[in-house]
């Protein structure tokens, strides 16, 4: 089965708006990660929200996770250009095998 | 900060080839992993190894995949036949702990096999 299908699959915005994206999964998970992949550059780790957790901050991030929907959400608050990248979610059943999603490429214009 | 360090950053090889990728996980960490991506497609897992064994694999670490942690710091992972299919970016990760530690990626190793 599938995990960590994100939406939109693309997003273009302006600096200073918010970036909006979501991701689904299918099974039950222990946690559920965010990554950031710049373009040709390996993954850099941005949030972990645990399964019984319901809403997370880190800086301008704020992750959402509602496993009663089996989704997560990421919000970009006020964007920058350097935030243009490939967002991924990875659902984690426990053993640090991760399942990634195909990503939403988000485009930030200054 | 500790980073995940990768070589080479590219490697050519001739199908029927074998192929190393080099990785030298952040010092503290215990768990390593490899994972891959094929040009446009998803992050696959491909392998976990912790305490010199090999913890989880995928149905795509056949037996043409080998990894190896040689000595203190360096973890390996070995392409016996590389195949056309096998060209993708390789990436090593490591974390601290399992089931709840974020995992820190290197920057990847892009293989093309011609």
């Known amino acids: 089965s599938q995990q960590g299908e994100e939406d939109p699959q693309a997003l273009s915005i302006q600096e200073g708006e918010n970036a909006t994206m979501n991701c689904s999964y299918k099974?039950?998970?222990?946690?559920l990660q965010w990554y950031r992949q710049n373009s040709g550059r390996g993954l850099v780790h941005l949030i972990l929200i645990r399964s019984n957790e319901r809403e997370k901050h880190s800086g301008r991030l704020r992750v959402t996770l509602d496993t009663s929907k089996k989704s997560s959400s990421l919000l970009i608050t006020a964007s920058r250009a350097a935030d243009t990248a490939s967002y991924f979610c990875?659902?984690?059943?426990?053993?640090?095998?991760?399942?990634f999603g195909a990503g939403t490429q988000v485009v930030v214009t200054p | 900060e500790p980073e995940v360090t990768q070589t080479p950053s590219h490697q050519v090889t001739q199908m029927g080839q074998e192929v190393i990728l080099r990785c030298v996980p952040i010092s503290n960490h215990l768990y390593f992993y490899w994972y891959r991506q094929i040009l446009g497609q998803k992050v696959e897992f491909l392998v976990s190894f912790y305490n010199n064994e090999i913890s989880e694999k995928s149905e795509i670490f056949d037996d043409q995949f080998s990894v190896e942690r040689p000595d203190g710091s360096n973890f390996t992972l070995k392409i016996r036949s590389t195949k056309l299919e096998d060209s993708a970016m390789y990436f090593c990760a490591s974390s601290v702990g399992q089931g709840g530690s974020p995992l820190h990626f290197g920057n990847g190793t892009r293989l093309t096999v011609t």
């Open positions: 990875a659902t984690d059943a426990g053993w640090g095998k991760l399942q």
């Open positions: 099974t039950s998970i222990n946690n």
